[in-house]
């Protein structure tokens, strides 16, 4: 996985993967697989490799089953982070790397991603909060009773990502809220959900009109930690102004 050559790299990726695979998972201790991934993602100037770290991290979360499940968890801030590297062979092979994880783990775990989704959100680089933000919105998708359980370690990450500077990056958290917000099970704040949405996307301008609907309504359903954290933070500026 150090070869200058992409496909090398991932020809060289593949193979010590498939090889964990077919020997166990005490293979990837035995061989050291997690610390050389380490160290290659923390090599701050070597292109090469970060990239071939990031490889060896896509097959092993695509080929090494199970065993790898922990490791890929540990690794994913640091990988996330790479998505905002200067290099675009890195950023390209980081894009893979967290797709790969995100399709590797199962439904039951994506709870474990939070701390890494949180970290590239709060990162200083535009494209590690994009990628960030695009796994939120495909997950709040595809599993949204899954990963509606991320949402209260996430929500406040995610607004800070909804009034960035950067206008790709307010862009896509303004793109991906509706799909988000949408995963709380609350029948009451589901029904007032754009007010919510308009509240978060123009504080000065809609937080009034959410908060008279808030008061208005009676809740006879229970208020989950999801809901909750959706709506808190409008609460909240309510009641510091």
Known sequence: TTSAAENERRAGAAGVAGLCNGMGGSSINKFGVVPRIEAALAAKKD????????????HMCRTAGRAFE?????????VFALQGDQSSEVRAAADAGQTALVKSLPLTAMKLLSP?????????????????????????????????RTIPEIFPAFLECVFDTHPKVSA?????????????????????LHLVMD????????????????????FVNSMDAPSLAVVLPIIMRGLRG
């Open 47 to 58: 292109v090469v490799a970060k990239a071939g770290g990031c490889a060896l991290y896509t």
């Open 70 to 78: 922990p490791f890929a968890v540990h690794l994913a801030s640091q």
């Open 116 to 148: 890494s989704l949180v970290a590239a959100m709060e990162h200083k680089s535009w494209q590690a909060k994009c990628g960030a933000l695009g796994t939120c919105g495909d997950l709040a998708q595809r599993v949204p009773q899954y990963f509606m």
């Open 172 to 192: 896509l958290a303004g793109h991906v809220m509706e799909p988000i917000c949408r995963c709380v099970k609350n029948a009451e704040v589901l029904g007032m």
């Open 199 to 218: 509240a978060i996307r123009q504080p000065q301008k809609e937080t009034e009109t959410c908060l008279d609907k808030l008061m208005e309504t009676t």
